[in-house]
């Protein structure tokens, strides 16, 4: 059974909607704390972590009249944390050296997951099998050999009797197609233009 937004905090969502600087402080004394531990646990980097929490907090005063749209406002800034953490860990992936740096921090402190973190493990992996689900079956059979069987671009098409070039364009497109997909299911298209814009 999901646990719906209390009457105290729909209220705060209502006032913030209407410009109440002391509700979204309110809100912000109420989430601060818990984000940012939830995001260090994926980040591992204090000033990383920080830099998007206070991310997180200028979108939802820069959106604040969709507030009212939410109705499980700790489900929902877990959710916008996680994906704000992953866009950063995608961005460190594409660079060598922030890669190496995020390494030595992470192996210096990494610990275990906690039960949070495993329950949106497992939720993630749920949604990106539903979108995975939703492409065209070659488009389907491509990603799958790219990002479950470890196949190079050259080997799929080779297998498939396809040009590189619409391997490459393939898992692009199923990519792209994946991200949208668990951005709308985790946080519906109205948040999107907030957060991800």
Request: net charge positive; aromatic share 10%; charged share 25%.
């Amino acid at each position: 059974m999901s646990i719906r937004v209390t009457s105290y905090e729909k209220v705060l969502l209502q006032q913030i909607a209407s410009g109440h600087e002391p509700a979204f402080r309110e809100l912000y004394d109420l989430y601060q704390k818990k984000l940012y531990n939830f995001i260090y646990n994926i980040t591992r980097i204090p000033e990383i972590t920080e830099e998007i929490v206070a991310d997180i907090f200028v979108k939802l005063w820069i959106g604040r009249e969709l507030l009212v749209q939410i109705e499980q406002p700790n489900a929902f800034l877990h959710k916008v944390a996680y994906y704000k953490a992953m866009d950063f860990l995608k961005t460190m992936a594409r660079h060598t050296r922030l890669q190496q740096r995020y390494n030595e921090w992470y192996l210096a402190t990494t610990q275990e997951k906690s039960p949070d973190q495993l329950l949106i493990d497992a939720e993630m992996v749920h949604l990106i099998g539903q979108a995975i689900n939703q492409l065209s079956p070659q488009r389907k059979l491509i990603y799958r050999l790219s990002r479950e069987e470890g196949m190079t671009h050259e080997q799929i098409a080779r297998h498939l009797n396809l040009s590189r070039h619409t391997v490459r364009n393939s898992i692009i497109a199923a990519t792209r197609f994946i991200d949208t997909y668990l951005k709308e299911q985790l946080l519906g298209p109205a948040m999107l233009l907030l957060f991800f814009n």
